[in-house]
């Protein structure tokens, strides 16, 4: 597996690789790899197959976290995700610092206007600028044929999916499902910080969405879901409810009245200092699941 910490050095390296019939597949991390990052090797090797290359990225971008918010203790093991990669048959890592990343004359941004200001976006305002812009970045260092995306960032997938589309960079987008815990929490890098009592108070996220998704065939109006999920999660004392959602599935639009179409489950809370998130896709029909 190639290290690489320069542009210059992954670009040389993608120059080389780029044939017909040898697609390349990046897998964009912040590192400090779980069993969720490593499903979307598996993915980028499918979608590679034998003769393309799978190039993961580990870079915790400083400029996708608000003051005060955890860039500092964000967890970081890169001799360990570099052996976990490996054994995934990765190709290559590319693992820049901010320095290598970012000019310091930069005045160059990628916003999706509308997506950007909503949900996720209103809690942590100038997140998904800073997202589209440093994936735009590695798109246009690497210049991939396709990457794949977590789907337990559900509105960082529809970001991405739009900003493809809008400025037609030509990218294929694979979203794939979120990876779980035996106790149904979403595997997050984050989860290791959660103090003990927390990450047993955590799973109330996966165990409230799981009662919507049985819920969601009754007819039920979208407002009286959320409700009842955000009841579920506030009888958990640990938890801090910072956000419940329910929005279409596609469109991430906002609904009202019965269900009648797929629709997004979107939840975000605090455990301590540790901010979580978790989502589920539910259907108005048991037919439609
Ligand atoms: P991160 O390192 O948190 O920026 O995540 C890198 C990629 O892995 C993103 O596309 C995430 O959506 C994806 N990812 C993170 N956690 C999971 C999970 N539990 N299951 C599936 N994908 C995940």
Known sequence: MHITRTKTDIREL?????????????????GFLHEGHLSLMRLARQRAGVQGRVIASIFVNPT???PGEDFDSYPRDEARDFDLLRAEGVDA?????AAAIYDPQAQTIVETTELAKTL????????FRGVATIVTKLFNIIRPDAAIFGEKDYQQLAVIRTMTRDLDMGVEIIGAPIQREADGLAMSSRNVR???ADRAAAPVLARALDQAEAMAPSGITASRLRSHVRATLEAEPRARVQSVDIRDAGTLDTISGPLTRPA?????ASFGKVFLIDNRVVHPSPEET
């Open 120 to 127: 996720i976006g209103k809690l942590r305002p100038g997140h």
């Open 93 to 97: 890592v590319f693992a820049p610092d």
């Open 64 to 66: 996708q976290f608000g």
């Open 14 to 30: 993608c120059a080389e690789w780029r044939q017909p019939g040898t697609p390349l597949v990046l897998v964009p991390t912040m």
């Open 264 to 268: 997004v489950i979107l939840l975000a």
């Open 194 to 196: 959660l103090a003990p």
